[in-house]
């Protein structure tokens, strides 16, 4: 009998964290920030051009390209791998950036 109800408890637990899990950011793609601004809430905007040209205050300028690992970015203060994260509501969230951003109007 408390076999049974541990099983059960099991069961119902597991169903609950997938039914009530929140829903996750994906990682941004090409179709995300092709010819798109990012205004990042820590002062820094993102360009990003459609011909593969990167724009910011930070970084200065050069070229950007979507991966399966993030942004790259090479531009005037270095390369990086920017992880930007589209969230449900259509804003962003980087934790290299340290920020969370939304299209620029």
Not at 21 to 32: G, L, N, R, Y
Not at 41 to 67: E, H
């Amino acid at each position: 009998m408390l076999t049974k109800a541990f099983f059960q408890f099991g069961i119902g637990a597991v169903l609950a964290s997938v039914l009530l899990s929140p829903v996750t950011a994906e990682m941004a793609t090409t179709a995300d920030l092709s010819g798109k601004k990012i205004c990042w809430d820590n002062g820094n905007i993102s360009s990003f051009f459609a011909d593969g040209k990167y724009s910011s205050p930070v970084l200065g300028n050069g070229t950007w390209s979507a991966s399966s690992k993030g942004v790259e970015i090479h531009a005037d203060a270095g390369g990086v791998l920017l992880d930007v994260d589209r969230q449900p509501d259509g804003t962003f969230k980087s934790r290299v950036e340290h920020a969370a951003g939304k299209y620029c109007e």
